[in-house]
C-alpha cells in the first residue's frame, strides 16, 4: 500500500488538537479520510501543541512554526523523510522555501502534488524562488485548468509539468423545504436571486447591481438579498441604489449572516448570483448548488467547471450579459430544476469524488529524473 504525506504548511495557533483543525477544515481536508481505504495517509499541520496520534483512517502528526516566509518547519521535514512517502500531498502554493527543503530531504522517487487554493504567483524578489521551487513538484492540482494559465504565463509553472483538476472543497449544508423557507424570510419575488461574498472589487457587487437593475426593467417582481462581510463598496453600492427607485424597492442589503443560516437562505433562494472575476474554486457557489440555487455566475475556469451544464455564465464586469443571463434563467428554471441542480451537486461534488480523483493522482504520478 502506498504511503502519502498530506501538508499545509500554513500555522494554526488557534488550535490545539490535530481533530479541532480537522473539523474546521472539513469541507476541504474532509476527504483525506477516504483516502484511508487505499493508501496509509499521514496528514502533517502546524498548530498550537504539538501531538502526534496513531490508528484511525489517517495518523496526525503536527508540529509548531511560525507564519513567516523564510522559516523553515525542520522537526516536520524530518518527520517526513522518516515516513518514506510514496507522494506528498502540498496544500497552497505560497510555500517555496519550505517545499524546496522537503523535495531535498525526501527519497528520490517521492512525489510531490501541489494543489492550488486560489493564490496567485508572487511578485517581486519572491517570484524567482517560487519559479525554482516548481521544478521540485511533480504534478500540479487545480479546480478548473483554466487556473493553471497564470502560473504559466508568470514561467513559475513549466509547460511539460502535469496540471490536473480536482475540486477543492464540498458543500456541508443541507438543503431545506423551499417553500417554508421562503415563507420564513419572507422571500414574496417570482425570481429570488442572492449574492453572498465580499463587497469588494474582485467580487464585483456593483456590475452585479448594475446587471439586476437592468434585468428590472424586463421583471420587476424579481428580487436580489445581498449577504455580505466585507462593507468596502457597500456605499458605492447604496448610491446606486439612490438613483434608482426601483433598485430600492427590489434590493435587499441584508448584511451578515452565519455560516449555519446559510442553507436557509441559499434554500429559500431560487438563483444563485456572483460577479468575480477571478476565483480559485467558490464555496459559496457549490454551498447554493447543493441547496438548488439554479447558479447565473461569471463565466471564469472554476465557475465553469463547478456549475458544469446549469450554469448561466455572464462576463465579468459586464451587467448586460448579466441581464441577459438572468432572463436566460428566469425563463428555463422548472419545478425539477432544483432537484436536478441538488443530484448533482450530490454526485459531483462530493467527498468521494475528491477523493477518487485524487487517489488517481497520487497512483499515477511518478517522479521524472
Request: aromatic residues 10%.
Amino acid at each position: 500500500m502506498k504511503k502519502l504525506i498530506a501538508i499545509s504548511f500554513t500555522p494554526h495557533p488557534d488550535f490545539e488538537h490535530p481533530e479541532e483543525m480537522m473539523e474546521a477544515f472539513r469541507q476541504g481536508w474532509g476527504y483525506i479520510k477516504r483516502l484511508g481505504s487505499s493508501l496509509e495517509v499521514v496528514a502533517v499541520g502546524f498548530i498550537r501543541k504539538p501531538q502526534k496520534t496513531d490508528g484511525g483512517e489517517v495518523r496526525y502528526a503536527f508540529f509548531k512554526r511560525k507564519d513567516t516566509f523564510w522559516q523553515i518547519p525542520w522537526s516536520a521535514l524530518f518527520f517526513i523523510r522518516k515516513q518514506k512517502p510514496d507522494a506528498v500531498l502540498v496544500e497552497g502554493l505560497v510555500h517555496p522555501l519550505q517545499t524546496l527543503f522537503l523535495r531535498a530531504l525526501l527519497p528520490r522517487n517521492s512525489v510531490i502534488i501541489a494543489q492550488d487554493h486560489g493564490n496567485l504567483p508572487f511578485e517581486g524578489f519572491r517570484r524567482p524562488i517560487q519559479r525554482f521551487s516548481a521544478r521540485a513538484i511533480d504534478a500540479f492540482v487545480f479546480t478548473a485548468l483554466g487556473n493553471a494559465q497564470r502560473w504559466k504565463d508568470s514561467r513559475v509553472i513549466r509547460e511539460n509539468k502535469p496540471c490536473f483538476e480536482v475540486l477543492e472543497g464540498v458543500s456541508d449544508l443541507v438543503p431545506r423545504d423551499k417553500e417554508l423557507s421562503r415563507a420564513q424570510l419572507g422571500m414574496t419575488g417570482d425570481f429570488n436571486l442572492l449574492w453572498v461574498g465580499r463587497l469588494e472589487s474582485n467580487k464585483d457587487p456593483l456590475a452585479v447591481v448594475r446587471g439586476f437593475a437592468a434585468y428590472l426593467r424586463i421583471n420587476p417582481l424579481a428580487r436580489l438579498y445581498m449577504i455580505y462581510s466585507e462593507h468596502r463598496l457597500l456605499l458605492a453600492v447604496k448610491a446606486l441604489m439612490e438613483q434608482d427607485a426601483l433598485l430600492r424597492k427590489s434590493l435587499h442589503l441584508v448584511g451578515f449572516v452565519p455560516h449555519r443560516d446559510l442553507d436557509l437562505w441559499f434554500s429559500a433562494a431560487d438563483g444563485y448570483v456572483s460577479g468575480s472575476h477571478r476565483e480559485g474554486s467558490g464555496f459559496a457557489l457549490i454551498e447554493s448548488m447543493s441547496c438548488g440555487c439554479v447558479p447565473i455566475v461569471t463565466d471564469i475556469p472554476s465557475f465553469r467547471k463547478i456549475s458544469g451544464k446549469y450554469g448561466f455564465l455572464w462576463k465579468a464586469g459586464d451587467a448586460a450579459t448579466l441581464c441577459a443571463a438572468l432572463d436566460r434563467a428566469y425563463r428555463q428554471i422548472s419545478t425539477q430544476t432544483r432537484a436536478d441542480i441538488i443530484q448533482f451537486a450530490q454526485a459531483a461534488h462530493s467527498l468521494e469524488t475528491i477523493a477518487r480523483d485524487m487517489l488517481h493522482i497520487i497512483q499515477n504520478c511518478t517522479r521524472k529524473a
